[in-house]
């Protein structure tokens, strides 16, 4: 068992980290999101990614338009505040620029699938799904009976992906991780998945105490890129705000197709590296 993380570029730890075809969750709540990660995703042309999200936002908009996925799992999905997320729906009721396959769950029932992976258990409970048609419908949704009460109990399917890409405020040089505010199931996914890469606005030779912070210990993270504003236009709590304004900016970008390719042409595929 490794007892470091590696310190690689941005560049480099989607390169060695996300293939073609792989299964990649990039979860942050609110705040924290990966921005930085997702976009470098896309100017290394990955395709035929399964996307794995709670609340997929601006970021798999950009993602699924550039071409990246042929697959959704998510519990939510929107512009926050704003409306729609166009390039997904595009992709969903046109097949622009390619197919998208969706599966779509409740937050309970994304969390758990989450926690289950991280716990290495095949499944997790969920109350919610009795009653309705989703058993059917999705394949990583099931009815078992309780060995305890005999009653019939709906299950998640455990969630493993691939890679899981996060981003936090702060890592050491030893790849140890923390991360404060509000906090989603980056901890769940990291620890769920195969190989993680951790986007952090800084590295330092020793991490200071937070209250309420969260800390990855080194040898669950595969690698850890340092990737200052990596969350914008998301924030991260103790650093920079939130850019409202830019979300509001996406909704006309992302409802048509040649703006939305100029977007990309000029602030992703042309941004300095």
Same mark, same amino acid.
């Given at each position: 068992?490794?007892?470091?993380?590696?310190?690689? @570029?941005?560049?480099?730890?989607?390169?060695?980290?996300?293939?073609?075809?792989? @299964?990649?969750?990039?979860?942050?709540?609110?705040?924290?999101?990966?921005?930085?990660?997702?976009?470098?995703?896309?100017?290394?042309?990955?395709?035929?990614?399964?996307?794995?999200?709670?609340?997929?936002d601006?970021?798999?908009?950009?993602?699924?338009?550039?071409?990246?996925? @042929?697959?959704?799992?998510?519990?939510?999905?929107?512009?926050?505040?704003?409306?729609?997320?166009?390039?997904?729906?595009?992709a969903?009721?046109?097949?622009?620029?390619?197919?998208?396959?969706?599966?779509?769950?409740?937050h309970?029932?994304?969390a758990?699938?989450?926690?289950?992976g991280?716990a290495?258990?095949?499944? $997790?409970?969920?109350r919610g799904?009795?009653?309705?048609?989703?058993?059917?419908?999705?394949?990583?949704v099931?009815?078992?009976?309780?060995?305890?009460?005999?009653?019939?109990?709906?299950v998640?399917?455990?969630?493993?992906?691939? #890679?899981? #890409?996060?981003?936090a405020?702060?890592?050491?040089?030893?790849?140890?991780?923390?991360l404060?505010?509000?906090?989603?199931?980056?901890?769940e996914?990291?620890?769920?998945?195969?190989?993680?890469?951790v986007?952090?606005?800084?590295?330092?030779?020793?991490?200071? =105490?937070?209250?309420?912070?969260?800390?990855?210990?080194?040898?669950? #993270?595969?690698?850890?890129?340092?990737?200052?504003?990596? /969350?914008? =236009?998301?924030? /991260?709590?103790?650093?920079?705000?939130?850019?409202?304004?830019y979300?509001?900016?996406?909704? =006309?970008?992302?409802?048509?197709r040649?703006?939305?390719? $100029?977007?990309?042409r000029?602030?992703?595929?042309?941004? =300095?590296?």
């Open positions: 068992m490794r007892d470091t993380a590696e310190l690689v @570029s941005l560049r480099d730890g989607i390169a060695e980290l996300v293939h073609d075809g792989d @299964s990649v969750a990039l979860e942050g709540f609110t705040h924290l999101i990966p921005f930085a990660a997702g976009h470098e995703v896309i100017r290394q042309g990955r395709r035929n990614l399964t996307l794995i999200r709670m609340t997929p601006l970021i798999y908009d950009q993602m699924i338009g550039a071409g990246c996925a @042929s697959r959704l799992v998510f519990s939510w999905g929107g512009n926050p505040g704003v409306g729609s997320l166009h390039r997904l729906r595009d969903i009721e046109n097949g622009w620029p390619a197919p998208l396959e969706i599966e779509e769950h409740s309970g029932g994304m758990g699938r989450y926690a289950a991280a290495r258990l095949p499944f $997790a409970p969920v799904y009795q009653g309705t048609d989703l058993e059917a419908r999705c394949p990583s099931a009815t078992v009976v309780c060995p305890f009460t005999g009653a019939r109990v709906s998640v399917a455990a969630l493993n992906p691939d #890679v899981a #890409v996060i981003h405020q702060r890592a050491d040089r030893r790849g140890n991780v923390q404060w505010g509000i906090v989603g199931v980056q901890k996914v990291v620890l769920a998945a195969r190989r993680s890469l986007t952090v606005e800084e590295v330092l030779d020793e991490l200071e =105490p937070v209250p309420g912070a969260v800390v990855l210990p080194s040898w669950v #993270v595969t690698a850890v890129a340092e990737a200052p504003g990596g /969350a914008r =236009p998301s924030y /991260a709590h103790g650093y920079y705000d939130r850019d409202n304004d979300y509001v900016a996406w909704d =006309p970008i992302s409802r048509d040649e703006r939305f390719a $100029a977007w990309l000029d602030e992703v595929m042309g941004a =300095p590296r």
